[in-house]
């Protein structure tokens, strides 16, 4: 059998409460923009609001004004969406915590995730959401997810329990020698002093 081959997340869609509280969360506190709307092809009763996360993919979200928000935490049983993370700055990492407690919004703190550092929270219906901030760049003509995929080839010949940033330089060093060529015959680290 031949594979559906996936080319990234084109969008994922959520089932919300009434349009003002997509709004003010997913614009107000993400600040992604409020890009388009249309009826819920499927159930016109429902709204069908769209939100650019900041790649130009999709969030999207069915609202119905009959329904209100509901903070309790969404259900975490097996086949259910644990969380949603999202990307962003170093720079917008830094000020995260500082700009949710201004709104009193309760979050984890920030998380390290050795690889990457996170920041938790739910939405005001209990969706939990991540805001991560990788620790690394990768190289030009790379992808993160092939430095790490690099990484956890490392951690694993050296028995190492989780990726950490050791393992991200040492494969960001790898994907560039394999990658990038050279004139010397020699490329081992050398101490010219």
């Known amino acids: 059998m031949r594979k559906l081959q996936s080319q990234g997340v084109h969008h994922i869609t959520l089932v919300g409460a009434n349009r003002q509280t997509s709004i003010d969360f997913w614009e107000g506190v993400l600040g992604m923009p409020f890009i388009f709307e249309q009826p819920n092809l499927d159930r016109a009763a429902e709204s069908h609001l769209y939100f650019d996360p ?16 509901d903070p309790d935490r969404t ?3 097996i086949g259910c969406v644990h969380h949603i993370a999202f990307a962003v700055s170093r ?8 700009r949710l407690n201004e709104r009193e919004i309760r979050n984890s703190g920030v998380k390290d995730r050795g690889f990457m ?5 739910e939405d005001p219906l209990g969706l939990l959401i991540e ?6 760049e990768p190289p030009a003509g790379h992808t993160h ?7 956890h080839r490392i951690r694993v010949a050296r028995s190492e329990y989780a990726i950490a940033e050791e393992h991200l330089a040492d494969a960001i060093e790898a994907l560039v020698e394999r990658t990038r060529p ?11 002093y």
């Open 75 to 77: 259900s975490t049983d």
């Open 131 to 136: 805001l991560a901030s990788y620790r690394f």
């Open 145 to 151: 997810a092939e430095v790490l995929m690099e990484a």
């Open 182 to 192: 050279s004139l010397s015959t020699d490329r081992v680290p050398r101490n010219p």
């Open 54 to 69: 900041g790649d130009g993919r999709l969030i999207t979200v069915f609202t119905d004004e009959a329904r209100k928000p």
């Open 117 to 121: 550092d996170s920041i938790y929270f």
């Open 91 to 98: 720079a917008t990492f830094q000020q995260a915590v500082d």
